[in-house]
């Protein structure tokens, strides 16, 4: 009776294998490990790329579209080294490939002009060496090439001149021949020892820097040569592009009234890209959300107000509209900040879509989450929608330390929150927890250089030292998301006058102590859960957040230690520490009772020394 119940097995292992969606992953997930298998990673970029994992949308620096396909992967400056794969060229969706200011050498593969998707092809400042591909030129949608700054050898593809959609292609710092074709590239002004590009069968702009500010455009000098007079007019056909609708629009606007809601084309930048951000225009937000309309505010905070919007594609959106004016000169600082946002690629982490910036509005543009924030599931929840369970409340617990995690320790430089809270932690449409709001209070403090003028954050959240010296770190992120765990396990408010009203602790926290020093751990216990959890997972995870909240941030773990406890590891060992560090200090207050084990500071002391080597 076995065999026919293996069949089945195998039957049922075929038919998930054969899912279409299934072999894309399959597919693009082998590709990127073929390529983690080619670089060295000295740096443990790679570390989590986990070929046991179908997926790889949840592998670092890797960014997919709602289909699961690759479309953007990010490894500039990674300290990686070694060759490239040739399997890169299997992924089909790409848009983006960022793997500039590394150490890699060998040869670009060919196998890259299979990737017709592409938008952006960044390798410069590193140290491949040989021939450019021909089968570049297949990338009809490329619109940025950047190979400066290797070894590469030999002639310019013809074949680039078939792309019309390039803007910015730099091939500086190089070994190229200058024995091009003349009908194509003009060996006099492209070439090595020279900065000019090779201005081939479509206009080029010339290549800026690698930094959001626009290039100056060059001044011909009174003794230009004839070549440089041609390489001018060139530059002002360009520019007449531009120039000739900024005209017309002025015109247009002294015949037509003002409009408050609506951006100047000319005006805007269009160098601007920020990787995989868009820029939107104001009138394209404006549309999307019926003109700002009360009806789709989804939610105010300190930042400002957020609105339920849908892009013409169809798409729905959530735009965040900043509170605090504009200031002349704070545009580059604001693009630097929102691209480092942006930069922030986890899986439990709200992944910005694209920004809007004008002389009045400063907009962020995220992906709509269908399912809220832990706390409207918490508090706020329509009669019609299930509490969450206590499964799901872990797996918000893990995933938010995940994602936090990821913005000390993989981010560069490291983003501090300054309000983590139930409210800022959203839930998409399978209850991951996504954390949102990561890097706003930077952003928001971007015209200030060294400190900061306001505290941010909110009342129940906020660390002792945050509150006191204006000081944020990750330790004082670790406490606001310690009292997010009682938050979970309650279902109440860090701060709520209710509960003094009942003659009980108007903080969170000092209720959840009293409670546990009065050996009540059922009384802490969401209702809502209806007794359906287990007690010693509640146990270990109040444990997790009164480490999270001790006073002093020193003695907090940071997040990194929060997620392997989380995860089972070193849990009880950390508690133990902090018990008889409790101990030694003889402290006034004995710690919380857990597990009926610990009654007072004697009482810890010799259950500590009855237990033997650990």
């Known amino acids: 009776m076995a065999a026919p119940g293996r069949w089945w097995a195998v039957v049922l292992v075929v038919a998930v294998l054969l899912r279409p969606g299934r072999v894309v992953a399959n597919t693009e997930g082998d590709a990127l490990y073929s390529l983690r298998q080619s670089l060295k990673d000295a740096n443990n970029a790679l570390q989590n790329w986990d070929p046991t994992l179908v997926n790889p949308c949840t592998w670092f620096h890797v960014t997919c579209n709602n289909n699961n396909s690759v479309i953007r992967l990010d490894l500039g400056n990674a300290q990686l080294s070694g060759v490239l794969a040739p399997q890169l060229g299997q992924l089909k969706n790409l848009q983006y490939l960022e793997l500039y200011s590394n150490n890699i050498s060998g040869t670009i593969p060919p196998e890259l002009g299979n ?32 190979l400066n700054n290797n070894s590469l050898v030999g002639q310019i593809p013809k074949s680039l001149t078939n792309i019309s959609t390039l803007q910015v292609l730099d091939l500086s710092n190089n070994n190229l021949s200058r024995q091009v074709p003349t009908t194509v590239w003009d060996p006099l002004t492209c070439g090595p020892g020279t900065t000019k590009l090779c201005p081939g069968a479509v206009p080029f702009s010339p290549p800026p820097p690698f930094k959001f500010n626009p290039p100056s455009p060059p001044t011909p000098s009174t003794g230009a040569s004839s070549t440089g007079a041609v390489a001018a ?18 015109i247009w606007r002294r015949r037509k009234p003002e409009e408050h809601f609506f951006d100047v084309p000319a005006e805007e930048d269009p160098e601007v890209h920020l990787g995989q951000l868009k820029k939107f225009s104001l009138r394209e937000l404006q549309v999307a959300t019926d003109s700002f309309s009360n009806k789709n505010i989804l939610g105010r905070g300190g930042f400002g107000k957020v609105y339920k919007g ?3 594609d169809g798409s729905l959106v959530a735009v965040k509209r900043l509170k605090e004016e504009c200031t002349p000169g704070g545009e580059l600082q604001f693009q630097t900040e929102v691209e480092m946002i942006g930069m922030a690629v986890h899986r439990n ?24 924030s832990v706390a409207s599931r918490l508090r706020e929840r329509q009669p019609s929608e299930p509490p969450l369970n206590w499964e799901t409340r872990r797996r918000i617990a893990l995933g938010s330390a995940r994602g936090l995690s990821y ?50 954050g909110t ?18 992120d670790v406490f606001g998301y310690g009292i997010m765990l009682l938050e979970l396990i309650t279902g109440q408010r860090a701060f709520d006058l209710f509960r003094l009203a009942k003659d009980d602790d108007v903080m969170l926290l000092d209720w959840v102590k009293g409670l546990l020093k009065e050996k009540k751990v059922e009384m802490l216990v969401d209702p809502d859960l209806q007794n359906a959890y287990q007690r010693t997972e509640v146990e270990n995870l109040i444990k997790v957040a009164l480490l999270c909240t001790q006073g002093s941030p020193l003695d907090r773990p940071k997040m990194s230690e929060v997620v392997r406890m989380l995860e089972g590891d070193g849990l009880e060992e950390r508690w133990d520490e902090w018990q008889k560090a409790e101990v030694v200090g003889q402290e006034a207050e004995s710690s919380p009772l857990l597990n009926g084990r610990i009654i007072d500071s004697a009482y810890n002391l010799c259950a500590l020394e009855l237990s033997g080597p650990r």
């Open 233 to 250: 007019a060139a530059g002002a056909g360009v520019a007449l592009v531009f120039v000739v609708p900024a005209i017309a629009f002025a």
């Open 459 to 476: 009342i129940g959240h906020i660390a002792p030292e945050y509150l006191s010296t204006g000081k944020s770190s990750e330790k004082s």
């Open 349 to 372: 982490l709200l992944r910005l879509r694209g920004f809007c910036m004008t002389r009045t509005e400063r907009l962020l543009v995220y992906p709509y989450m269908a399912n809220g």
């Open 310 to 312: 849908r892009l013409a």
């Open 407 to 456: 913005l000390y320790d993989h981010c560069d430089p490291k983003i501090i929150h300054r309000d983590v809270k139930a409210a800022n932690i959203l839930l998409d449409e399978d209850f991951e927890a996504v954390v949102g709001d990561f890097g706003l209070a930077k952003l928001m403090d971007y015209k200030d250089t060294h400190v900061t003028t306001a505290i941010r």
């Open 115 to 146: 990737l017709t998707n592409l938008v952006s092809l960044d390798l410069f400042v590193n140290n491949f060496s040989g021939n450019i591909p021909d089968s570049l030129g297949n990338l009809l949608k490329l619109r940025f090439l950047r």
